[in-house]
């Protein structure tokens, strides 16, 4: 169980994330941060500061091809986000949606932003390293898989099951 907070300071740790591993989207574009972060049932709260150099996306707005260059663009969102967890793929999804900027600008970020909205994003999660423990005279090996993870209450929960087996010495 880790509290908010904790993950919270976790997440500003690795910052910045890059956003651009997407098929709609080149240039660089950066979560550099993520404060106010609150937890619920498989949902989180939070405001982002974002930043991005040469953004253009291409596909397609309204069933119509749109080609859209942005350059470089600079804002804070109030986001929410749902999360799930896929065990048998070791994968975390998180999808945001933009609930409110805060700072005020221009109306291209605004489209970008809402096109970014609602995507799912994949964090692998790797497989814990197993502990080796000595209990009296003999050496155990706990491997542990992350069976579910889960937000609740303000916490983020991972779930293990070990798999505990005597070492042959």
């Given at each position: 169980?880790?509290?908010?907070?904790?993950?919270?300071?976790?997440?500003?740790?690795v910052?910045?994330?890059?956003?651009t591993?997407?098929?709609?989207?080149?240039?660089d574009?950066?979560v550099?941060?993520?404060?106010?972060?609150?937890l619920?049932?498989?949902?989180?709260?939070?405001?982002?500061?974002?930043?991005?150099?040469?953004?253009?996306?291409?596909?397609?707005?309204?069933?119509?091809?749109?080609?859209?260059?942005?350059?470089?663009?600079?804002?804070?969102?109030?986001?929410?986000?749902?999360?799930?967890?896929?065990?048998?793929?070791?994968l975390?999804?998180?999808?945001?949606?933009i609930?409110?900027?805060?700072?005020?600008?221009?109306?291209?970020?605004?489209?970008?932003?809402?096109?970014?909205?609602?995507?799912?994003y994949?964090?692998?999660?790797?497989?814990l390293?197993?502990i080796?423990?000595?209990?009296?005279?003999?050496?155990?090996?706990?491997?542990?898989?992350?069976?579910?993870?889960?937000?609740?209450?303000?916490?983020l929960?991972?779930?293990?099951?070990?798999?505990?087996?005597?070492?042959?010495?």
């Amino acid at each position: 169980m880790i509290p908010a907070k904790v993950l919270q300071e976790f997440i500003n740790e690795v910052m910045p994330v890059e956003l651009t591993d997407h098929d709609k989207i080149s240039g660089d574009l950066r979560v550099r941060s993520i404060e106010d972060l609150k937890l619920g049932l498989n949902k989180a709260w939070f405001t982002t500061t974002i930043h991005g150099e040469n953004i253009a996306y291409k596909d397609t707005i309204g069933g119509l091809p749109a080609n859209l260059r942005f350059g470089a663009l600079d804002s804070t969102l109030h986001c929410e986000a749902s999360i799930r967890y896929e065990s048998d793929k070791g994968l975390l999804y998180i999808r945001p949606t933009i609930v409110d900027q805060v700072e005020k600008g221009n109306a291209l970020w605004l489209l970008l932003v809402s096109l970014l909205s609602e995507e799912e994003y994949p964090l692998e999660i790797q497989k814990l390293k197993p502990i080796a423990a000595r209990v009296s005279d003999k050496t155990v090996d706990i491997d542990m898989d992350i069976s579910d993870i889960y937000t609740a209450n303000g916490r983020l929960f991972i779930v293990v099951s070990p798999d505990i087996r005597a070492v042959k010495e």
